[in-house]
Every structure is written in structure tokens, then in C-alpha cells.
């Protein structure tokens, strides 16, 4: 069974897919990988087609398509198709498809903010101290009822944006009003979480798991913000390196002990073990780490600073995820740092344009990758841009200094009208 060859059906369109495409194309075990739809730079790699004629959401297409291709791995990049059941439709539908993820029980660790709390407080998980609200005149009086600065969370998923930090009793109250009875975010934000907002640095930790065992990439830190010392609107995430000189030795095993390994037990013991990666984002408090939040998936932009650094079989990894047998494996990290610094299209994260002509030029150094987010290629060849975060340089050095200049040497291979990009990536590690 070792040597099965996979033939992988890969969902999505972002950086986190254009990078796990590059990452797995390098396994002499998979044959073939499929990206619905994919993006211009998956377009561009060796063993990868594009699909464009299948639709990501459409699950019964999705299995029909991997049947009629003969695929047999399946690996849902974003967060939506796990939350909408996407493992759970494949398993009942295409049992012969193994499907790298959790199942839609499980991915209600991301898919739910209220329950990701309440999953923390039952598994005594070190968080942040909270309050849920389904009703807004409650949640309300909670807030005039407190005497420390918040955080408010939508409780559904609103494309890694329903987070807001208030810097008053004014604007929590103001961005409780928004969240709750004007709906921006919409039905994402009937319920939320009010928690108490912490001080420290952050970080996020990638773990592939089986359910019972937890192998770790190295942890990474990303910059949410748009402008340089985090100034300006949330965004999806404009850069990340790793790994990360804010955690030691020490601090990464216990992190482990008392977190991820704690989290991984809680969901078996509760009936929803947990396959796939698990992203957790922490909070390093001077009382020690606190979780943030759950993803249950690849990070993006934190994939394209962590996977070049994998020197081990993903393939492997995946499947061994799906058999329950990630004991027998161990991550092999080259001891190098990366770093990878985001460009957006001018205007993100508000609107912006698309379909704006882009002029790329590969990377020929070793260990400097463009991985593309929202571009197309267009039957004419022409590379265009087709979303808010368009593309990512990422490179690995000797020191993390080496890998961030190398990384910036990278975004001048990049050029299109408007394009926008911090000049601080890593700066809290470097100052």
C-alpha cells in the first residue's frame, strides 16, 4: 500500500492551494493532482490541471468528476467546503476517495466561534475568558456590565474578517451594533463571542493529525494588518515568516502538552476525532500561551513560509493522516528560516480591481517561489490579477535577515497597476 500512486483532487483557488500543489507535485507518489479551479499558478505546474468546468461548491459534481478521472485523494484547501461537509459527503459517496480533512462535526471548531469556546472551556484549553451571545440587547449589557478591553468574534465564518478589535466602550458598542443588527457579516454574526482581548505576542502553529497523533511544522507568524506596524483594516493576511524566535524549545513543548495534544484528545473523547490540519492560532501572554482560535486547515498566508521548509513526503503525511497511522512518520525541517510577504491589488482589503494585466518573472535562485493567490491565466496567456490578495513571495535564507531580503527581492519580480505589499514583514522578530 506504501507505494500506492495518488491521484489528487485539490479544491480551491488561493496561495495555501498553488502551495500545497507545489508541495505534493515534488512527491514521486502522486501521479496527477486536479485543482478546482485553481489559479494562474497552478496552471503553470508540472502534473497540475486546472478545472474550471466543475464547481468547488457543488459536492455531488465534485465526486462524480474525481470517479470519472479515477482519483483518489481528495484535499479541500479552505475552510468553507469542511464546514459545509465536505469529507462526510465524499466518504458516504466515494468511500474509495480518501479525503485529507475533517468532517464537517469536526470542523465546527472553525465553522463555530461559540463553540470553539465552549470546546476549550470542557477541555480546560488555556483561552482567553469569554462570554456567547445569540441576542443583541444581552450582549449589550454585557459589554457596558465589564471593565476590560475585548475582542468581538462573529460566531460563523466571514473569510478570516469577523474579528474586531475596539479601542473603546464606544466602538466595541458600535461594532456589537454592526456585527449583530446590520448583519456585516451576515448570518455569520447571529451569535458572537465576547471576549476578553489579550496582550502579547501572536502566532500560529500548523499540526497534522490523525485523530491521535500530532506532527507540527514549525510555528509561523502572520501580519493582519494592511499598513506597515500593523496599521489599517484586517485583512486576510499579508505576510508571514518561520519559523518564529518568539517561542523556544521549552515553550513549543509545552504549548503541545497543554494545548494542541489536549485539543486533538477533547475532540476524539467527544465523538468528532479529528483528521487533517489543525491551525491554532496563540496568543504568548506573559501568563503564559493562550488559544486565540481553530482553523481546520492550512493557514494561508503561513503555508507558503512553512511548507518550503518541510523536507519530508506530503503525500506521505496526508495519507498517513487518513489511515491513523501518522505515529510511524516524523516531519523532517530543514533548519533554514522563510519568509513570504503578500501583494494585493490596490484598494484591498476594500474593493478593488480585477482583471488588471500582470507582468511576472520567475524566480531561478533556489529557494525563492512565487505562489500565486488571486491571478488567472487567460487562454491568451495573458496573466491577470482576479482577487484582493493577488500573490506571494516567499523565500528561505540561512537567517531569518537573508530569508525577508530575499523574500523582498522576490516582490520585484512582481509588477501590475496598484499593487500594494508591507515593507515590514517580520519586523517584530527582527527589531
Not at 7 to 21: D, F, P
Not at 366 to 383: K, P, Q
Not at 391 to 420: C, K, N
Request: charged share 20%; hydrophobic share 35%.
Amino acid at each position: 500500500m506504501a507505494s500506492s500512486r495518488l491521484r489528487v483532487l485539490l479544491i480551491g483557488n488561493g496561495g495555501r492551494e498553488h502551495t500545497l500543489a507545489w508541495k505534493l507535485a515534488q512527491s514521486t507518489r502522486v501521479e496527477s493532482i486536479h485543482v478546482v479551479p485553481g489559479n494562474g499558478g497552478t496552471a503553470g505546474l508540472e502534473k497540475c490541471t486546472n478545472v474550471t468546468s466543475v464547481s468547488a461548491e457543488d459536492f455531488p459534481a465534485l465526486v462524480k468528476y474525481a470517479k470519472d478521472h479515477n482519483l483518489n485523494f481528495c484535499i479541500p484547501g479552505p475552510e468553507a467546503p469542511l464546514v459545509a461537509g465536505i469529507v462526510d459527503h465524499f466518504q458516504q459517496n466515494a468511500p474509495e476517495v480518501q479525503c485529507f480533512g475533517p468532517s464537517q462535526a469536526a470542523a465546527r471548531m472553525e465553522g463555530s466561534k461559540t463553540f470553539s469556546k465552549d470546546f476549550m472551556k470542557r477541555n480546560s484549553i488555556p483561552t482567553a475568558r469569554y462570554e456567547n451571545f445569540d441576542d443583541y440587547e444581552s450582549a449589550k449589557q454585557h459589554l457596558d456590565s465589564i471593565d476590560y478591553s475585548v475582542v468581538i468574534k462573529a460566531d460563523g465564518l466571514a473569510a478570516g474578517k469577523g474579528v474586531i478589535i475596539p479601542t473603546s466602550k464606544n466602538e466595541a458598542q458600535a461594532a456589537l451594533k454592526e456585527i449583530m443588527l446590520d448583519k456585516e457579516f451576515g448570518s455569520a454574526g447571529n451569535s458572537v463571542v465576547i471576549e476578553e482581548y489579550l496582550e502579547g505576542d501572536e502566532i500560529s502553529i500548523l499540526s497534522l493529525s490523525d485523530g491521535k497523533t500530532i506532527l507540527s511544522l514549525p510555528p509561523a507568524q502572520d501580519h493582519k494588518r494592511i499598513g506597515d506596524n500593523d496599521t489599517g483594516p484586517n485583512t486576510g493576511g499579508m505576510g508571514t515568516y518561520a519559523p518564529t524566535p518568539l517561542t523556544t524549545k521549552d515553550l513549543l513543548s509545552e504549548i503541545e502538552r497543554t494545548i494542541l495534544q489536549p485539543t486533538i484528545d477533547g475532540m476524539s473523547k467527544e465523538g468528532f476525532p479529528f483528521c487533517g490540519c489543525l491551525f491554532t492560532g496563540l496568543m504568548l501572554t506573559k501568563a503564559g500561551p493562550r488559544v486565540l482560535e481553530y482553523n481546520v486547515r492550512f493557514g494561508d498566508p503561513e503555508s507558503q513560509s512553512c511548507l518550503p521548509l518541510l523536507q519530508s513526503d506530503l503525500a506521505d503525511l496526508m495519507q498517513a493522516c487518513c489511515k491513523g497511522s501518522l505515529a510511524s512518520q516524523s516531519l523532517s525541517i530543514a533548519p533554514l528560516s522563510a519568509c513570504t510577504v503578500v501583494v494585493a491589488a490596490g484598494g484591498y482589503p476594500g474593493s478593488y480591481a480585477k482583471g488588471t494585466v500582470m507582468e511576472v518573472n520567475e524566480p531561478t535562485q533556489d529557494g525563492m517561489y512565487l505562489f500565486h493567490a488571486g491571478t488567472n491565466l487567460g487562454s491568451d496567456g495573458v496573466l491577470k490579477t482576479s482577487g484582493g490578495r493577488v500573490i506571494a513571495a516567499t523565500a528561505t535564507g540561512a537567517t531569518l535577515r537573508e530569508a525577508v531580503d530575499r523574500a523582498y527581492e522576490g516582490v520585484r519580480m512582481i509588477s501590475f497597476e496598484g499593487m500594494q505589499y508591507r515593507k515590514d514583514i517580520a519586523y517584530r522578530a527582527l527589531r
